[in-house]
């Protein structure tokens, strides 16, 4: 499965913004779908994940309350919708895919074979 992640953008303190992973050449079922994030100078963080099937939701403290990863079925993606950003926020999102990942092991980006090309998301204070 090829990833598409689009949606990145610039966005005032407090603004909102919704990133979109596509799935191509397949599709997301039986699939965690994670979302990790880079800043510069700073190794890949988790964000979030779904569990495609369960519909089961995982985030990192930082974002938690804030953010929600959800399924689209129709458009077959899996969408983040972050809210009240802040400019610690900043940073590359990538969404990435495994088929084989344990839930201990959502947060670590190695489980993960499938990546997308990255948006740039820019908050401004």
Do not use: H
């Not at 919704?18 to 190794?43: D, E, I, T």
């Not at 988790?46 to 959800?70: H, L, P, Q």
């Not at 400019?87 to 980006?109: G, P």
């Amino acid at each position: 499965v090829q990833l598409q992640a689009s949606g990145g953008g610039l966005v005032q303190a407090g603004g909102s913004l919704k990133l979109s992973c596509a799935a191509s050449g397949g599709s997301f079922s039986n699939y965690v779908v994670s979302w990790f994030r880079q800043a510069p100078g700073k190794g890949r963080e988790f964000v979030a994940a779904i569990r495609w099937n369960s519909r089961n939701t995982y985030y990192a403290d930082s974002v938690k309350g804030r953010f929600t990863t959800s399924r689209d079925n129709a458009k077959t993606s899996v969408d983040l919708q972050m809210n009240s950003l802040k400019a610690e926020d900043t940073a590359v999102y990538y969404c990435a895919a495994s088929r084989t990942i344990i839930v201990s092991n959502i947060r670590n980006e190695y489980g993960y074979a499938y990546w997308g090309q990255g948006t740039q998301v820019t908050v401004s204070s």
